[in-house]
């Protein structure tokens, strides 16, 4: 089986059952104006994670393997954004609302589009979201088997959120799953350290983590 040098171990792979998944890196959560600002945050810190997702979006793309972009964005009526989820936060802009790219965090505006280095290839399935985790009311449980993934590498923002809860509950659902580190970033960098640092604990009791270099020689092995 092909392996990727990773933290606690080695982490290895079927060549046919790999996918990669790339949590929400969206306009809304990455560039001025959207959700993440909205709630306070520095957006600056996520721009880092872009460069490193697109080199693993090549090398998957490159070797026809199976990609999932996932989106947080609710439907334009709200129905399915749960009120304690529309009440958080103390700032002036909440989900709705009206922004400079468009109603925050709502499907079909500019905000919620996947940035444009990163924009999903016609065929790449793009799971839309309401919650943190990408199980949570989608068809992604689905999907899953129908792609044939049983391993998965994760990228995307932000990781001790979305990414964090996404990986928890693949973990739970029987996934073997690893982050790629670079391709991945919190508005708090002591989060994204601690997070993963989490993961990887106990020998691994979510998953792995390895570096998009580490990732890229193990795919360039297949
Ligand atoms: C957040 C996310 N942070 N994609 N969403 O609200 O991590």
Redesign the pocket.
């Known amino acids: 089986m092909p392996i990727i040098a990773a933290r606690p171990y080695d982490f290895t792979f079927p060549a046919h059952g790999l996918g990669l998944i790339v949590?929400?890196m969206q306009r809304d959560?990455l560039e001025p104006g959207g959700?993440g600002e909205a709630l306070g945050n520095d957006v600056g810190h996520l721009a880092a994670a872009i460069g490193p997702t697109a080199r693993l979006l090549a090398a998957f793309r490159a070797r026809g393997l199976p990609v999932i972009h996932t989106r947080?964005a609710h439907s334009p009526d709200l129905s399915d954004c749960p009120p304690a989820k529309l009440r958080r936060g103390r700032g002036a802009l909440h989900i709705g609302d009206p922004g400079p790219m468009g109603r925050i965090l709502i499907d079909g505006e500019e905000g919620s589009a996947i940035v444009s280095e990163l924009a999903p290839l016609p065929g790449e399935k793009v799971v839309r979201k309401p919650g943190?985790g990408a199980f949570h009311a989608t068809a992604l449980g689905q999907l899953l088997p129908q792609l044939g993934i049983s391993h998965l590498i994760f990228a995307g923002?932000?990781t001790e959120?979305?990414?964090q809860t996404t990986m928890r509950e693949a973990n739970d659902r029987g996934y073997e799953c690893l982050l790629a580190e670079d391709a991945t970033a919190s508005y708090f960098p002591a989060f994204k350290r601690a997070t993963i640092d989490m993961l990887v604990a106990q020998d691994g009791i979510v998953g792995w983590a390895a570096s998009v270099q580490a990732i890229e020689t193990a795919l360039g092995e297949l």
Do not use: G, H, S, W
Request: negative net charge; glycine residues 0%.
């Open positions: 949590i929400d959560f959700f947080e943190k923002v932000t959120v979305c990414v």
